[in-house]
């Protein structure tokens, strides 16, 4: 941006490093807010690659920047004293919206407080409701606040209101691919996950590829990254050609797999960064649920509840994130995951289909 685009306004550093599919969670609210208050500048403190979550640069409101420094240059407490020292200096903050709640992000905010004066709003992540809803007895059995609710009440409680303005990216391909839909379908598979107890067994995700690849027309794009995954994922493009695409081999920027991801009827996921991604173009998305569960409020943005497929099980959910070992099933084999039917995914997916599929 330059100078004599700069808003009048205040601004605001928005702070949120973690994972990929975290940082894609802060997209709806964080675009929100810029959008809403265009004489604001908002500053993105952030990853390099969650920071493409946001995608192309072109289509960012003029007041929102990303800023991606290397955290490796800045360790320990004299670390992140410097990186606040350059934050004060470079960006200027008039206000922190700490969208993150971790020491890292503590530390960093304390720091621009004590050098300037700087307000400070954090998130409340509800982290003892959590526990609550994953502990082994009396577990809390009502929906928790999203994740979309609490980084929009965070940014409400700085001052900043968060209407609903965004609609997502790629939206000419997803109409395009409306436009277009009675031709053929296209169904995303995320198969992977970061953690065992968040990923459907390998050969339950086989039957539903094996099933569409019986009907004519089908593609199947299946994503992943990964020595483990790219290997897999070329097994069935050599099992299933012309069913299965390798979007793996394919080495794609972040962007570009949004972008296809755009272009296809539906997504089957776990409860991943990929459903997040999808979830940002406008994509519907069955996803499967084991150790974890939508009640802690991390279902993909504006994703139908129904779509959310998993087990009726007492245990569940054992785990926020899904790295819990199974207190069950001491072999691994964790039956919330295992026991759903491929059936039940297969029939959720077709519901998104053209009706051309079944023909």
């Not at 922190?96 to 020491?103: E, G, S, T, W």
């Not at 395009?176 to 198969?191: N, V």
């Not at 979830?279 to 279902?299: I, K």
Request: glycine share 8%; aromatic share 6%.
């Amino acid at each position: 941006m330059a100078a004599s685009e700069t808003p009048a306004g205040p601004t605001v550093l928005v702070i949120r490093f973690s994972a990929l599919g975290d940082v894609a969670m802060t997209v709806p609210p964080v675009m929100d807010a810029a959008l809403a208050s265009p004489d604001t500048r908002f500053v993105m403190l952030t990853r390099p690659l969650p920071s493409r979550t946001f995608g192309p640069a072109d289509l960012l409101p003029p007041n929102l920047s990303m800023l991606t420094p290397d955290l490796k240059r800045y360790k320990g407490i004299g670390g992140l004293w410097r990186l606040a020292r350059e934050l004060r200096r470079t960006v200027r903050p008039d206000i922190v919206v700490d969208l993150h709640d971790v020491l890292r992000s503590r530390i960093i905010s304390l720091f621009l407080r004590l050098m300037g004066g700087v307000r400070v709003v954090r998130i409340d992540k509800g982290r003892r409701e959590k526990r609550a809803v994953t502990r082994r007895r009396n577990k809390r059995t009502e929906p928790l606040m999203s994740g979309d609710a609490r980084y929009r009440d965070t940014f409400r409680r700085a001052g900043l209101p968060t209407p609903i303005l965004f609609r997502g990216f790629f939206s000419d391909e997803r109409q395009e691919r409306r436009a277009t839909a009675d031709t053929a379908a296209r169904i995303a598979i995320a198969p992977f996950a970061a953690h065992p107890g968040k990923e459907w067994p390998l050969a339950c995700v086989e039957k539903v590829i094996e099933h569409f690849s019986t009907r004519p027309g089908v593609e199947i794009l299946v994503f992943g990254a990964g020595a483990r995954e790219k290997e897999v994922i070329a097994c069935w493009a050599a099992r299933w050609p012309g069913t299965v695409t390798d979007m793996a081999s394919k080495g794609l920027p972040l962007q570009e797999e949004m972008r296809e991801m755009a272009r296809c009827d539906v997504m089957l996921s776990m409860d991943s960064a990929n459903m997040h991604l999808a979830s940002l173009v406008g994509l519907p998305v069955v996803s499967v649920w084991g150790a974890t569960d939508t009640r802690t409020g991390f279902l993909g943005w504006r994703q139908d509840p129904s779509d959310a497929l998993g087990l009726a099980m007492e245990c569940r959910p054992c785990s926020v994130f899904g790295n819990k070992p199974c207190r069950i099933s001491p072999d691994g084999t964790r039956p919330c995951l295992a026991g759903l039917p491929p059936t039940r995914v297969i029939s959720a997916l077709e519901s998104h289909l053209p009706l051309n599929t079944f023909h």
